[in-house]
């Protein structure tokens, strides 16, 4: 494929921007070649600046779940921003979103609006040393929660992808105050809670994981944590940057029947816009300021064509009823067992872990279950799948550790494309 026009555009973007990119993980790094530069995009299709396209199987890393450009929200961005673009001062539609999340998400009733998941969970994690009065946080090697400070201890994403999981640039004093436990392992956390007795504020935890790739919670794992959290007056934080509205409508709190103290929220909330959100029990809320001496805020938080983006594409999820959440595993199931045949023909070892519209094919033929079984996958046979599909005209994330998102764009003439290209592609790698 020509790609003359991106890999200008990279020359003098690297001269420019560190890296050439605005996120480490779009620059290909782990799967090499140059990264693209995108010009178009609309339903399960984009467009690089080369004039080739591509279905889309990252979806700007989740929040595109309708597909891009969708005629819903791109109507409320233009209507909105003939109105205004931005005031610095309350708005309805700020009450609005926030009550539409309140009645979405089980355990939250009071929200705040940010305008990242980072923001969302480095003030989830103030809140909860604030109210609690302790300074410790556990979270969980592989996992990931932005790029806040006290998270670049054995983070995932695209720290791990670089791999960097812990970042220079973040102090001692800062790092003394994460602990690290192993996903799906509840000793791994008691060990750590009784070594540090009455000194944790929080537990973080992606409920699924998407940032080692896609890793589901062990029956049992995320009511263990809530028990646990629960009996050590420990507040239990579920980062649902990624899992909200995306694996039920409720996010996984609701899929799993666990609740949180405090919940944050990001990606799908702004139908593609900059909008990140925390929020939970109303006791906890209020001691945030003005009401309470937590200190937060943000110029644009709660931005009005943010909130009109972000209003559309959740009155759309919560006006389709369950219907569009077992659509979507549909689909994404059809896919995976599409690849599973695919695999096992040509004996190749891998997992595919896969829940809902989330999913990851690992190389390994382990189960993955935890940042040690996911990072045993063989990343070189990912990188020639990765680019096996590119130069088929699929656009997978650029990294082991990231999860797929697929989006109601997807058809099943679409998954049949993606599965002749990855069949192509897997041959092409294996010689059979
Ligand atoms: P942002 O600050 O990137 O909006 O959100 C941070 C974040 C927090 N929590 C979870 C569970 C997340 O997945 C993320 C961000 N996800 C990555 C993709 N794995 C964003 C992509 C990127 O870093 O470019």
Redesign the pocket.
Known sequence: MNQNNSNNLFQRAQTLIPGGVN????AFKAVGGEPLFFSSAKGAYMTDVDENQYIDLINS?GPMILGHCHPEIEQAITSAVKKSISFGAPTPSEVEMAQVICSMVPSIEKVRMVN????A?MSAVRLARGFTGKDKIIKFEGC????GDSFLIAAG??ALTMGVPNSPGVTSGTAKDTLIAKFNDLDSVNQLVDANRHQVAALIV?PVA??MGCVLPREGFLQGLRELCTAEGILLIF?E??TGFRVSQGGAQQFFNVYPDLT?L??IIGGGMPV?AYGGKKEIMDYISPDGPVYQAGTLSGNPVAMAAGLAMLNHLRNQGDGFYSALDEITTYIAKGIKRQLDELGLPFKINQLGSMMSVFFTKDPVYDFETAAGSDAGLFRQYFQSMLSSGIYLPPSQY?SWFISTAITKEISDQILDASFKGLQSITGK
């Open positions: 996120s480490p993980v779009r890393w990242s998941g980072t923001e969970t990931y929660h932005g790029h994403s695209g992606e998407g940032n980062d940057v990624m944050t990001g990606k990140g990231e």
